[in-house]
C-alpha cells in the first residue's frame, strides 16, 4: 500500500445521518412498499429523474414531472418536491471530532457528495440555522465537490477521477469513506482504499485499524 496522504468522505450516510430513514419514515406513512422510492431510482439508475437531477441536468420542476411518472409507472405517485425535505439530515458530532483528528495530522480531507440543486449548499439545508451547521462542517474539507455543480456523479467514474485531479492525488494515496457499495467500487478499481460505512463508531474504528500499515497517523478511537 502506498503511503495514504488524502480522505474523502461522502457527505450524507457518513458525515452526517443517512436521509433513506426519512425516505422510509415517508413511505411508511403514506403506504408506499417498503423501499419504493430506493427502488424506482434503482430503475435506469444512470438517466432517471434522480441521476439528472444530481447532475444538475434539470431544475426541481422537471425532476417533479419526471419523478412522478417513474413512479407511476410503477404503480404509486409519489412528487418529486416531497422528497427535498427529507435530504435534509443532521452533522454526526463523532464525525467532526474525527476530521478535527485527521487534519491535525496532516491529512487532507475532501467531501465528495451526490446533492441536488435544491436548498442551501452542499447539504440541501432548508434552513439557515441548519445551513450554518453544514457549512461550519465543510470549511474543515480543502475541496468540496458537488455533483450538481460539476455535472458527474458516484459511482461515474469521472467523479473519482475529477476529485483526484483538483486534489492532485494519486488514487493509492487515498481512503474513500462512503455508505453505498455501488460508490465504493469504481473507486476501488481506481487503487483507493475504500470502506462502507455502517457508523460513525465503525467508520472511525476502520480507519484506526489503518495504523497497522500507515504509520503516519494514529486515531483515538
Not at 423501499?35 to 439528472?52: E, K, Q
Not at 425535505?85 to 491529512?107: H, T, W
Not at 475541496?143 to 493509492?172: H, I, N, T, W, Y
Request: net charge negative; charged share 25%.
Amino acid at each position: 500500500m502506498s503511503r495514504i496522504t488524502t480522505i474523502f468522505f461522502d457527505f450524507g450516510g457518513v458525515i452526517a445521518d443517512s436521509p433513506f430513514a426519512n425516505l422510509s419514515r415517508y413511505e411508511r406513512e403514506r403506504g408506499l412498499p417498503a423501499d419504493f422510492i430506493r427502488l424506482t431510482n434503482a430503475d435506469n439508475p444512470d438517466n432517471n429523474a434522480w441521476a439528472c437531477f444530481e447532475r444538475g441536468e434539470i431544475d426541481l420542476d422537471e425532476f417533479d414531472r419526471r419523478f412522478r411518472a417513474e413512479t407511476c409507472a410503477r404503480g404509486r405517485e409519489v412528487p418529486g418536491r416531497d422528497l427535498i425535505p427529507l435530504l435534509q439530515v443532521e452533522v454526526r458530532p463523532a464525525m467532526i471530532a474525527l476530521l478535527d483528528q485527521l487534519r491535525s495530522k496532516g491529512l487532507r480531507l475532501a467531501c465528495l457528495t451526490n446533492n441536488l440543486p435544491v436548498g442551501d449548499g452542499p447539504g440541501m439545508s432548508q434552513d439557515s440555522a441548519h445551513a450554518g451547521k453544514v457549512a461550519e462542517v465543510l470549511n474543515r474539507f480543502e475541496l468540496v465537490l458537488e455533483s450538481c455543480r460539476v455535472g458527474a456523479r458516484k459511482p461515474e467514474p469521472k467523479f473519482f477521477q475529477l476529485a483526484c485531479e483538483k486534489m492532485q492525488v494519486a488514487p493509492d494515496e487515498v481512503v474513500f469513506l462512503d455508505d453505498l457499495g455501488i460508490n465504493l467500487k469504481p473507486a476501488r478499481a481506481m487503487g483507493m482504499t475504500t470502506i462502507k460505512v455502517v457508523s460513525a463508531e465503525q467508520a472511525i474504528e476502520a480507519l484506526a485499524a489503518l495504523n497497522s500499515t500507515q504509520k503516519d497517523f494514529t486515531l483515538k478511537v
